[in-house]
């Protein structure tokens, strides 16, 4: 059963930016490919984008093209998002989540990291 | 992009009582549509995929249901476990992948 650990939360200035990482622990880093999702404070489910570790290929949300990249280290099974031009509307809880196939039209999530709360403020 | 739309926005259910919820998309996703539970200050957690799936360790009492853009989640025997917050998530066509605003069920 794999595992996902997200680090910790993050206090960030308006127009700075934020490395978020997620490590798998178990199973194999290359038969799932990771999202990540952000959830403002009292919101629902926002994709921001997605990442296939054994081929480094990301996809992203139109909303985040051009501030988010999606990155993946297969060494050590971590995946990273970074969010740039951080505005006070980002302060949210970001999630990693892996799908449980790499499939195609499987893109569905049967494991999530922790969340890892990120506040945006001057 | 398919929105997602889900109803009603709060359902309360006395305990032991069976909950309904809906889910539907602006257009068809076949069945390619999950289901997740939140609890408060907690990760998602998988329910259903494939519409109608139960994921691993997920309890009988939650039932999906539907195709093209009408989904149900039931859940009978409310325990008090389950009162929390479902969303519905499409996986037919993207990007983007797109959830449901969510459907909290509290206790009558």
């Known amino acids: 059963q794999v595992q996902l650990m997200q680090s910790g939360a993050e206090v960030k200035k308006p127009g700075s930016s934020v490395k978020v990482s997620c490590k798998a622990s178990?199973?194999?880093?290359?038969?799932?490919?990771i999202s990540w999702m952000r959830q403002a404070p009292g919101q629902g489910l926002e994709w921001v984008g997605r990442?296939?570790?054994?081929?480094?290929?990301?996809n992203y949300a139109e909303e985040f093209q051009g501030r988010v990249t999606l990155t993946a280290d297969k060494s050590t099974g971590t995946a990273y998002m970074e969010l740039t031009s951080l505005r006070s509307d980002d302060t949210a809880v970001f999630y990693c989540?892996?799908?449980?196939?790499?499939?195609?039209?499987?893109?569905?999530?049967?494991?999530w990291g922790q969340g890892t709360l990120l506040t945006v403020s001057s | 992009e398919i929105v997602m739309t889900q109803s009603p926005v709060t359902l309360s259910v006395s305990p032991g009582e069976r909950a309904t919820l809906s889910c539907t998309a602006s257009?068809?996703?076949?069945?390619?549509l999950a289901w997740y539970q939140q609890q408060p200050g907690q990760a998602p957690r998988l329910l259903i995929y494939?519409?109608?799936t139960r994921a691993t360790g997920i309890p009988a009492r939650f039932t999906g249901s539907g195709s093209g853009t009408e989904f149900t989640l039931t859940i009978s025997g409310l325990q008090s476990e389950d009162f929390a917050v479902y969303f519905c998530?499409?996986?037919?066509?993207?990007?983007?992948?797109?959830f449901g605003g969510g459907t909290k069920v509290e206790i009558k």
């Open positions: 989540a892996k799908t449980l196939k790499l499939e195609w039209k499987a893109d569905f999530f049967d494991n």
């Open positions: 178990g199973g194999t880093f290359s038969d799932y490919s």
């Open positions: 990442i296939i570790p054994s081929l480094g290929i990301a």
């Open positions: 257009q068809s996703v076949t069945t390619n």
């Open positions: 494939d519409a109608s």
């Open positions: 998530q499409q996986y037919d066509n993207w990007p983007p992948l797109t």
